[in-house]
């Protein structure tokens, strides 16, 4: 939730590592876009999230994770071009796309935000934006604007994965919905039957999770 770590991030992975990390983050709503890139995958080619050295003490071949303010300003910095073309062309939805995918791969979420809400205001059928708009939305904690954004997805591309896998985990996670979840993710595998058959069996392993009943405390 799903592709935390974004779309770009997942890049290079093997699917069982991308569904180890989903199952993972099923606690803690992080797999969004794990397992299906978002518009990374169509227009920004997002970059992972940045990397420091290694703290005192730990092996330098460990490397950390910068804190949220070194992050927003290593964003700001490779932000600086995008911004400056987007000066004279404030309308163009690809651009304004890759500046969020930009905040969005740095965990700038509410910034990430914007951009993508400009970009589907410029262009509203820009489906991978919206589903990038979506997962922002869930991190910065409205899930319902986030299901709201995927289901208007889902108006303009009825079998998009991204938004269908998405909406399963944010219905799971956010909601407590696992019907809807298992709904959701059964639509996916239908209308999508060329996927991968590593593709396939992550989300048919979601699904038998999310059909698991709960054990009381």
């Not at 992975?13 to 797999?31: D, E, F, H, K, P």
């Not at 809400?117 to 991978?128: H, R």
């Not at 991190?139 to 986030?146: T, V």
Request: proline share 6%; net charge positive; charged share 20%.
């Amino acid at each position: 939730m799903a592709n935390e770590a974004e779309p770009g991030a997942a890049r290079g992975w093997r699917t069982s590592q991308v569904y180890a990390m989903a199952t993972i983050c099923l606690v803690v709503g992080l797999a969004l876009g794990y397992l299906f890139r978002g518009s990374a995958s169509r227009s920004a080619q997002s970059s992972p999230a940045p990397q420091v050295a290694a703290a005192p003490g730990i092996p330098s071949g460990t490397p950390q994770m910068p804190r949220l303010e070194e992050m927003k300003h290593m964003a700001d910095k490779k932000a600086e071009t995008l911004l400056a073309k987007l000066k004279s062309d404030p309308n163009n939805s690809d651009l304004l796309n890759q500046i969020g995918t930009l905040y969005k791969s740095t965990h700038q979420f509410k910034e990430a935000a914007g951009y993508f809400q400009k970009s589907i205001d410029a262009d509203p059928k820009n489906v991978a934006a919206r589903t990038d708009l979506a997962s922002c939305l869930f991190y910065e904690g409205d899930a319902d604007g986030a299901i709201q954004q995927l289901q208007q997805s889902l108006t303009y591309d009825p079998k998009d994965a991204n938004s269908l896998f998405n909406l399963g985990m944010i219905r799971l996670q956010a909601k407590s919905d696992p019907s809807g979840a298992v709904a959701a993710w059964q639509q996916l595998l239908k209308l999508n039957p060329t996927l991968s058959d590593d593709k396939k069996a992550a989300v048919q392993k979601l699904i038998a999770e999310a059909r698991k009943p709960k054990i009381s405390q």
